[in-house]
């Protein structure tokens, strides 16, 4: 019996042979290595995430409380075993939070008085803030002004500071915080700064600031900043301006 081939028209020929080729295309194109998105490409709509907000507390030293991008500054001179600061820093923090474009900066000023405690609580809290940044640093002068006998009595004998880091104690054992509590405690003699607890407000926009001795707070505090805003001459922003009291404590 004869078996009838099947020859394939030429039109059939021509797609099988299209078919062919396009596969191996498609496999040849998936063998490729893909290129490397590059560093800071956009990515589809659905993907971008959103933008991070910038975060309150800023890195240090110098520590800064409240928004990075703050007009007015108000950098606080004080000492760890001064009891008028213990009293005027949670105040001062408090009152930090509410008026908008301020914030607040730490100076440590350890008094020869105070010595050598007030010297080793600085160290304590520069080192923990090396360790564990500004959120650390606050929490840690917090801890100091709250378990400090005060007046150059330090902390009470055997208690540790809970859960120091291995960078802390690291830091702890080597001298730079003294480096730097030496580097600060000459500039704040340089601007005349003896006396804790010392404010001087910064405008950073027009860069001219005020000093004031004491605790100043409330209306006193305001009026200050308004004076900075207003733009005063540059004999008006380096006068001292009067302080007032906090309660009926003594320095």
Not at 112 to 129: D, F, K, Q, S, W
Not at 132 to 158: K, N, S
Not at 167 to 173: H, M, P, R, S, V
Not at 174 to 193: C, F, H, K, M, W
Request: proline share 9%; glycine share 8%.
């Amino acid at each position: 019996m004869r078996i009838t081939r099947f020859v394939p028209s030429r039109s059939v020929a021509l797609v099988a042979v299209l078919l062919v080729v396009a596969l191996i295309a498609t496999v040849w194109l998936g063998m490729q290595p893909q290129a490397p998105i590059a560093e800071g490409a956009s990515t589809p709509a659905e993907f971008n995430p959103a933008p991070t907000a910038a975060p309150d507390a800023t890195a240090g030293p110098p520590w800064r409380y409240g928004r990075a991008d703050a007009r007015f500054t108000v950098v606080e001179y004080a000492d760890l075993e001064c009891p008028f600061c213990r009293a005027y820093f949670a105040v001062l923090k408090q009152w930090t939070d509410a008026p908008p474009g301020v914030n607040g900066q730490w100076h440590p000023l350890p008094l020869t008085t105070h010595e050598p405690a007030a010297t080793a609580n600085a160290r304590l809290v520069e080192c923990v803030g090396e360790a564990g940044g500004a959120a650390a640093f606050w929490q840690a002068v917090e801890w100091v002004y709250t378990h400090t006998r005060g007046d150059g009595q330090g902390l009470p004998e055997g208690l540790g500071y809970p859960g120091i880091t291995p960078a802390a104690q690291q830091c702890l054992d080597s001298d730079r915080p003294d480096t730097l509590i030496r580097a600060q405690s000459a500039s704040a003699a340089q601007e005349g700064v003896k006396v804790t607890p010392t404010l001087r407000l910064q405008d950073r926009q027009s860069g001219k600031t005020l000093l004031l001795h004491g605790p100043v707070e409330g209306d006193a505090l305001l009026s200050a900043i308004d004076l900075l805003a207003a733009g005063g001459t540059a004999e008006t922003a380096s006068k001292e301006m009067p302080a007032e009291s906090l309660g009926d404590m003594s320095r």
